[in-house]
């Protein structure tokens, strides 16, 4: 029957000191969904978690630590197209054979004279004489690339607390529009052994440096004590080099629930302190047996 009240007497005793540890911490966030495009200037990143936290009974003052995540995609910027001129490519040709007239054309033979009337009374004509030629009639295309480039590798720079933190895109993008309408050019050549017609069309090639830029940042302890002060964090991002279209900022905080300082509640120590009770008199008990 001892051993039964000891062990239920330990059982209450770590009950009572269980309960008074405190949880693990609670993780609140808050996310900023942006849009600005920023190109060589910044723009400031206010957070404010107070009511998040005072509706889950927390305090500013029991953030243990947090993180800063910012987002972005790059934002091409293209300068003036410069064209790529390709060669001139047979598209097609057609051949064909034509005649051409020799001389003078035809003309008339007098076999008989009439010295009475002054005239040719009798003769024959002799038509026009028509010669073949072949010839070909060709048409050439030429394919220009008007290239547009951003070769700069976007930076994103985030600051927060005494800390600084950047990132930049690496991937490459390119990409091209469909070929425009085909524009006459000029010719060359004769009727006779053909023609050659030129064509020009052109379309837009785009090469740019490009991509999702982020910053996964760890607040510091300057960041930290200004939110445990107020409840709020301010943080900038800047467009250290190119241009770039901000996306998302995410606040993730590790908060501790239990208040610093804070007594553990009265049914925590009536339970703590019988319990203890118990055991000093089951032990002594135990002893006199």
């Known amino acids: 029957m001892g051993m039964d009240i000891t062990k239920l007497a330990g059982a209450l005793v770590a ?24 190109n060589g200037g910044g723009t400031g990143l206010h957070f404010d978690l107070g009511s998040t936290l005072s509706g889950q009974n927390l305090e500013s003052q029991q953030v243990l630590s947090g993180s800063l995540q910012v987002y972005g995609v790059s934002d091409a910027s293209y300068g003036s197209g410069v064209t790529q001129y390709g060669s001139y490519m047979l598209e097609s040709q057609t051949n064909f054979t034509a005649f051409y007239q020799y001389g003078g054309g035809g003309y008339f033979v007098c076999t008989s004279y009439s010295w009475w009337s002054g005239g040719c009374s009798g003769g024959y004509y002799v038509p026009a004489y028509y010669y073949p030629v072949q010839g070909t009639n060709r048409t050439f295309l030429r394919s220009d690339n008007v290239l547009y480039s951003d070769n700069t590798v976007d930076t994103m720079s985030v600051h927060a607390g005494n800390t600084t933190q950047t990132g930049s895109d690496s991937s490459v993008s390119n990409s091209a529009t469909a070929y425009g309408p085909q524009v006459f050019a000029g010719q060359s050549g ?31 302890s300057l960041a930290l004590a200004s939110f445990a002060t107020a409840g709020t964090l301010d943080a900038s991002v800047f467009a250290q080099t190119g241009q770039f279209r901000l996306d998302q900022a995410v606040l993730t905080l590790q908060v501790d629930d239990t208040p610093s300082g804070r007594l553990p509640e009265p049914a925590t120590l009536a339970l703590t302190a019988t319990a203890a009770l118990g055991l000093a008199a089951a032990r002594r008990r135990r002893r006199q047996e």
Do not use: E, F, I, K
């Not at 009950?15 to 920023?38: H, I, R, Y």
């Not at 009727?191 to 510091?220: C, E, K």
């Open 15 to 38: 009950a009572g000191a269980a309960a008074g540890v405190s949880a693990a911490p609670v993780t609140v966030s808050q996310t900023l969904n942006l849009g600005q495009l920023l």
């Open 190 to 220: 004769n009727g006779m052994y053909g023609t050659d017609t030129y064509y020009d069309q052109s379309r837009n090639v785009y090469h740019s440096v490009s991509g999702a830029l982020s910053v996964d940042m760890t607040l510091d």
